[in-house]
């Protein structure tokens, strides 16, 4: 199957400091990658679409200017967390469906552990 | 917005016996999908239903897709410890843009 790797898999900062997360699709192309946010215990909650070439496009109540998106190329997406504060500490994960559109099953990246001190 | 609700949030089972994770739409889906994630982990695609009335089966795992396309279940036979984990539902977003919305998850713990 496809893979999705990202990284860092854990990331620990202060608080103030910006983190970039990488989400990167090993074995295919993705013209639109995923962002979501995930707390303990509790399910994803999509923050973002990023696509490949535009702007990315947020859920309601997120801040794009907090989270920005960067989908440069086919296999590479960027979400940075600016200005990190403790409240921002999750586990951030993306997801891509490859572009050949296979019953638009989504491929997840393995994660990110953000730990804002 | 669309909404994906899931029932029940949490379900302890003893070794061997079923289990059953029940998702509703108040809107009618275009297709269901279903995820795995184990603890610590990602989430794991397990299947997709696209008729009305569908009805999958993986090994011990049976997908139903409700015949108003609004519902959809997943049912395990004779559990095993190998099938801890929280599964979610989802169905793809109105917008056409490919976005999943995921229901709220059922953790299962299954004991020995």
């Known amino acids: ?117 | 917005g669309q909404q994906v609700m899931q029932i029940p949030q949490y379900q302890h089972v003893q070794e061997g016996e079923d289990f059953t994770t029940y998702c509703n739409s108040s809107t009618t889906l275009s297709n269901i999908q279903w995820y795995k994630q184990r603890p610590g982990g990602h989430p794991v695609f397990l299947i997709q239903l696209v008729k009305s009335g569908e009805v999958k089966k993986q090994k011990r795992l049976t997908f139903q897709f409700g015949e108003a396309k609004k519902n959809s279940s997943l049912h395990i036979t004779a559990t095993q410890t190998t099938d801890v984990g929280t599964y979610f539902c989802a169905a793809l977003g109105s917008s056409n843009t490919g976005k999943l919305i995921f229901g709220q998850g059922t953790t299962l713990q299954v004991k020995p």
């Open chain 1, 1 to 117: 199957g496809a893979v999705v790797s990202q990284h860092p898999s854990r990331v620990i900062c202060k608080s103030g400091t910006s983190v970039k997360i990488e989400c990167r699709s090993l074995d295919f192309q993705a013209t639109t990658m995923f962002w979501y946010r995930q707390f303990p215990k509790k399910s994803l909650m999509l923050m973002a679409t990023s696509n490949e070439g535009s702007k990315a496009t947020y859920e309601q109540g997120v801040e794009k200017d907090k989270f920005l998106i960067n989908h440069a190329s086919l296999t590479l997406s960027t979400l940075t967390v600016t200005s990190a504060h403790p409240e921002d500490s999750s586990f951030y994960i993306c997801s891509a469906n490859p572009s050949s559109g296979r019953l638009n099953e989504q491929f997840f990246g393995p994660g990110t552990r953000l730990t804002v001190l």
